[in-house]
């Protein structure tokens, strides 16, 4: 950097740059020199989408059409049975997306209505092992849940916001990765 800043100096003294010019090739060259944002040690746990968002609902039926009829949205994948708790319900999960996918909308039956039960993040190359050693590692309490073939991961954030971890392609569908769902 000093053989940068005595050529340009070498140059105003010269008559070559103007002062302007010199203020301005020393600030690009401090600024290139100093670390950036892009430049920060990479994150634990690199999340690359919001995936889905489980709502509970009054009656599933109801606002699965309401949905369908409204947004467009497809049924890509449904998880559970009547009576089966999942996810603070009482039974089936009907996973409604917006598009191609595999990010959804999760509708399940539950109290308090309207309330949100959980937000997925999708990993990128997710491996349930190595992402709850990262999380254990930086004191974040986990755990992982099996459904099906699927292993997912579930903690709360400092608000005791529930959140889920899944691989980015996870359609709530099967498979190891479920990420194996409906194409109608």
Known sequence: MHSAIDHL???FQSGQLSRRE???ALAALFAASTPSAAQ???PPVAARTLNH??????DIKRSVEFYRSLFGMRVISEQGTGGNAIAGGE????????GAGPEFLGI???KPVGDIG????GVQNFDADRVLAALQARGVKAAIRTRGQSREIFL???DNVSVQLTDATYCGGSGPLGNQCNSA
């Open 91 to 98: 039974g089936s999960v009907v996973n409604l997306a917006p």
């Open 118 to 121: 959980h937000f997925c993040l």
């Open 53 to 58: 968002v489980s709502i509970s609902v009054a």
């Open 108 to 110: 399940y039956q539950g």
């Open 9 to 11: 100096v070498h140059r």
């Open 156 to 158: 709360t954030d400092p």
């Open 22 to 24: 010199v203020v301005t």
């Open 40 to 42: 920060s040690p990479a």
